[in-house]
């Protein structure tokens, strides 16, 4: 709501989370305006007009077959539908991934060169509309992909604005970036329902100086090639160098001999939610625990955590000792990628968020709390706080379970595999 009508609104200042980028209070409840506004008195007339209408929209697929795994994928994608005109979302990401297929399609075209693994590229259809291109690409294709893919890169939005490279992903491709959350983009169905290692690639303006969640012509007819020209990209650089940085994370992906994941910056990253899990639950969970007949504590959830840190080393070690033999020892190359492929994969539980269609993956489901841990264990903990409901404690211990589960699980599949 447009920040004039928000502080002429009656009624009270809405809750801190409601509250938009305007430095503006937000009022709710109303009815009507302010009694000391120059609007009171007048009406408002919104009119709104939705028809119902069937339309058809495609997703547009590439592909490069691998040389030496053709079953093993590297999925690019971005969505190609858009509000308005759509100059930077998608176009701007759609610019970056045709660029990309055509210097990569010239390669191999030109004989020059074939990946390793198979690169998929897609171009979806009807995001804007609640991410359906990919999410039924994702069901429709559910087993090869489940099986098969190695990681997916989303670049949406390629240039929010001129400042800085922003990268996020899961811990796995950490050493690419920082992390992915949320379900903004078409890489939701791939994480959440899949538990595919994913990223989502941007440059972006300074986010210390301004509350603002996206740049200003989002979403509005204001977002045209001339706007994007003269505004956010002149000389379209940013555009090159999110060209540059995908192409390249999409190389190493599809191209390198082991997979370049570091599962000990996964573990790390384990580590960092679990103290934050323990600093802020631990003393209140064995407290209601007895009252409501759990003994299971956060030992066993340490516990698991330290087997993953310990096997991530150890499949570290395996790796590089590994390197030497790689080419007479395919078949355990072949093992340990898949190893490193599945660990985000271990971490899906379909039963864990009975309430969440198609969320499963235990580390990076949504939240609404603001802690920076289990977001499935945050929800039920900060449930249970707040209604003191012997049921809700139990919910919360049975996320405490969840969690050293699948932490415990993951672990496993980086053991040696017999
Ligand atoms: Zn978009």
Redesign the pocket.
Same mark, same amino acid.
């Given at each position: 709501m447009p920040c004039i009508y928000g502080s002429e609104l009656g009624g009270e200042p809405s809750p801190e989370s409601w509250h938009g980028g305007f430095n503006c209070t937000y009022n709710v409840g109303g009815p009507g305006f302010r009694a000391s506004s120059i609007f009171n008195n007048s009406d408002v007339k919104m009119d709104i007009y939705n028809k119902e209408e069937l339309k058809n929209s495609s997703n547009v697929m590439g592909v490069i077959r691998g040389s030496v795994e053709p079953d093993r994928y590297v999925i690019y994608g971005n969505?190609r539908d !858009?509000w308005v005109h759509g100059a930077i /979302?998608?176009s701007s990401?759609t610019a970056v991934m045709l660029e990309i297929t055509r210097v990569l399609g010239k390669m191999v075209k030109e004989g020059k060169w074939r990946p390793r693994r198979s690169i998929i590229f897609g171009s979806w259809g009807a +995001? +804007?509309f609640g991410l359906i291109g990919s999410a039924e690409y994702t069901e429709e294709y559910y087993t090869k992909l489940f099986e098969r893919s190695v990681a997916y890169i989303n670049v /949406?939005?390629s240039v929010f604005g001129r400042y800085a490279f922003h990268c996020i992903s899961q811990f796995l491709l950490q050493n690419f970036v920082g992390h992915l959350t949320g379900a903004g !983009?078409d890489y939701a169905a791939f994480i959440h329902f899949l538990g595919i290692t994913s990223m989502d690639i941007s440059y972006t303006y300074d986010r210390s100086k301004t509350k603002a969640r996206i740049y200003p012509a989002y979403h509005t007819a204001y977002d045209t090639f001339d706007y994007a020209s003269k505004f956010i990209d002149p000389g379209f650089t940013s555009h090159q160098t999110v060209a540059r940085t995908a192409g390249n994370v999409l190389l190493r992906l599809a191209d390198s001999l082991l997979l370049p994941f570091n599962c000990s910056d996964y573990a790390e990253s384990l580590e960092q939610y679990l103290q934050v899990a323990l600093d802020n639950f631990q003393e209140e969970l064995s407290k209601h625990g007895q009252k409501v007949g759990h003994t299971f504590s956060f030992n066993v959830c340490c516990w698991a955590f330290f087997t993953i840190m310990f096997m991530s080393l150890y499949i570290c070690h395996t790796c590089l000792k590994s390197f030497s033999l790689s080419f007479n020892r395919p078949y355990k190359i072949r093992r340990i990628n898949d190893q490193l492929m599945l660990l985000d994969r271990a971490f899906l539980d379909p039963m864990a968020f009975p309430d969440k269609y198609a969320y499963r993956h235990v580390i990076w489901a949504s939240r609404s709390s603001g802690l920076a841990t289990f977001p499935g264990l945050a929800d039920a903990f900060e449930g249970a706080k707040n209604s003191g409901l012997k049921q809700d404690w139990s919910k919360a211990h049975k996320h405490l379970s969840i969690v050293a589960q699948a932490i415990a699980g993951a672990a496993s599949t980086l053991e040696e595999v017999i």
């Open positions: 969505h !858009s /979302d998608p990401g +995001e +804007e /949406d939005i !983009s």
